[in-house]
Each structure stands twice: as C-alpha cells, then as structure tokens.
C-alpha cells in the first residue's frame, strides 16, 4: 500500500517534509499547497509537484502570475488519505474541521496545542501510542529534541531542569529579531517543560531565551537522578539512541556553526541536521546531578517524525521497521 500524503503550508518545515514523502516507498506526494506564487511555487513545479491554492480566496493571485495551480485544497483533499498540515501556528486547528468534512487523516506540528489532536508524537519516544489514529501532532523541534534524549534516560530521571536557548529566526525570515539583545521568556517555567510531558512521563521544568542566531537552538540539561549513572554510560547510551549524535569540541564543533558545516559537509538537502547534537564533553555527572548539552536545528529535526507519524496512523509499520525506513531514506546516520 502506498498512502496518498498532502502537505498544506509548503514553507520551512512542509518543504522538508514534501521532500522526505517523496523518498518513501510506502508513500506518495500526491501535491502540496501555496498561498502565492513565489519561488518556493515556482520550485514545486519544476520538482513536478502539483501545486494547489490553500483557499479559493488565493486563486486570483496565482491567475493573475499565469501559473497554473491543481485545484484548491478542497480538491486535494479529495486525492489524499492523509494531510500533514504544516501552516502557520494555530491554523492548523481551525483547518482541522476541513480534514474532518473530508474523511482524511491529519498529521499536525508543534506550533498547535496538544488538543488539536489525540496523540503528541515522537518516534523513538511513543510511537505505539499513534498507531491508527487519526490526528497525530508532532512536536515541536525543542520538545523532539528534549524527548529524543530524555526518553533514552527515562528510568534514571527523578527531575530534569532545562534552559533553551533559542534562535530568534530561521534563515529565510527576514521579518523576526532580536538582533542585537537576549530575549527572556519570562513565563517561568516556560511552555517547554508541560509539552515534554505530552510526550514522555517525566519531571521537568524549563526555562528559555531567544538569542540572535538562526542555525540551531541549544539546549542546557541537568537531571537530578533517581539511580546513579556514570558518563560512560550515558555516552554509551546515546552512542546507542537514535537520531541522537554525539559531537566534541575536540574536533572542532566548537558552536553550531561547525555543526551545520557537518551537515553541509554531507551534502544534506538544505544542510538538514536531523539528528540531535549532544557535545560528548559536556555530559558530566556531579554527584546526584548529570548535566550535558545539546543543539537542535529546528528547521529539520521534526522532518522524520512527519514521516513515522504517516507510518505510524497508518499501521504500515511497527516503531522500529517505520525508524529503520525512515532514517535509510534520508540519510540519518544512526
Ligand atoms: P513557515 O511560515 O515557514 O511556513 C508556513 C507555510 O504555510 C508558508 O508557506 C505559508 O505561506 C503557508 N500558509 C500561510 N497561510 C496559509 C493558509 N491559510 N493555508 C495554507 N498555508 C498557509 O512556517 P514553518 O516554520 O514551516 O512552521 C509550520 C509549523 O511547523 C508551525 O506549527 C511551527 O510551529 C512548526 N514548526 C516549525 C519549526 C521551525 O523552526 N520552523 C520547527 C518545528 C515545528
């Protein structure tokens, strides 16, 4: 069975995810949807992907251009089994009403609360608890990375604090700051620490800043624990997690710029690092406390968990055949 996949919102993170369906052998991009035509449209239709207006009230715009658009997503909808929504924050929710009338599946992004669907997804962390469901929501890029590690620790977790550091914009907006300042959430704790516990049983709170950077967000975890634990092997645990790395400043990752050189050294479409970054020098046991640290590129690390969720709402595969495909298609290293 190939299941039929739209992706409604083609930027950052539905380009990707277009991009890793189109790899799968259990899947099929049947289109994806634009508001205008701009060049991201006007990619999608060299790549040969059918391109459809996200509302009628678009169509003129793509008229008035002369570039020819499929239908509209009401007509997409109608060649899909599944949706993955990946509009703006929040739309998602008032779009689910759309995907309901139309009897498809929805697969929707950590920018929507928890509600919008009935399972908060990360692959390696729950992936039973999406099997035949109908609406999945993968998380946000810092809760999958959050969930990524903290999961692979679980059993020795009595409380985790962590700080995010966050980038203020991705590469391509123009529009966002800071430029020049650090930006304190000043919620404390932050929203990050409730949504991990939408994932996994765990203790944690969070706090977090936006700082001038549009690479990678970087996150600074300490775990009071339960059972003691030496380094070696929480090291040899992640050496053993998938999509986890481990990276160290003795080989020059000093920051997340050689980070993202890495992945452009792989020749990754739009140097995506799907993996988690932990620094392997900084995974330090004090006592009761292990404290390491982690970088997430936020434009990427959710693009697999798109694809397991697909596998997952549709019983195509159990956890680790769906992780196994996945990580084969795109070329995540372990
Ligand atoms: P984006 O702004 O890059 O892309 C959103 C796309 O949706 C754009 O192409 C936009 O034109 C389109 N769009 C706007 N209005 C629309 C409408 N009415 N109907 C259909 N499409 C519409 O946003 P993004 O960064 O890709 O974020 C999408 C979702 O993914 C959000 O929930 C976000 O929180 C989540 N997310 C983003 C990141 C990230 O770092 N960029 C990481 C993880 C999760």
Known sequence: ????????????????????????????????TKTRPDFEAYRAEEL????YAADERFLPGFEEAGFEVAGTLEDLLKEVDVIVDAT???????????????????????GERSEVAQVSFVAQANYERALG???????SCNTTGLSRTLSALLEYI????????RRAADPDDSKRGPVNAIRPSVEVPSHHGPDVQTVIPVNIETTAFVVPTTLMHVHSV???????IEERDVIDIFEN??????????????????????????????????????WRESVSVRGKRLFYIQAVHQESDVVPENVDAIRAAFELADKRESIRKTNRSLGILK
């Open 222 to 228: 300490m775990i009071e624990l339960k059972k003691p």
């Open 158 to 165: 009595d409380y985790v604090y962590a700080v995010m550091i």
């Open 133 to 139: 469901k109908d609406y999945v929501r993968v998380v």
């Open 48 to 51: 040969g992907i059918p391109v």
């Open 88 to 110: 703006p924050g929040g739309m998602g929710a008032r779009n689910r009403e759309l995907y309901e009338k139309a009897g498809v599946k929805a697969i929707f992004q950590g």
């Open 241 to 278: 997690t998938t999509r986890v790395l481990l990276f160290e400043k003795e080989k020059g990752f000093e920051s997340t710029a050689q980070l993202i050189e890495f992945a452009r050294d792989l020749h990754r479409e739009w140097n995506n690092l799907y993996e988690i970054a932990v």
């Open 1 to 32: 069975m190939r299941v039929k996949v739209g992706i409604n919102g083609y930027g950052t993170i539905g380009k990707r995810v277009a991009y890793a369906v189109s790899k799968q052998d259990d899947m099929k991009l049947v289109g994806v």
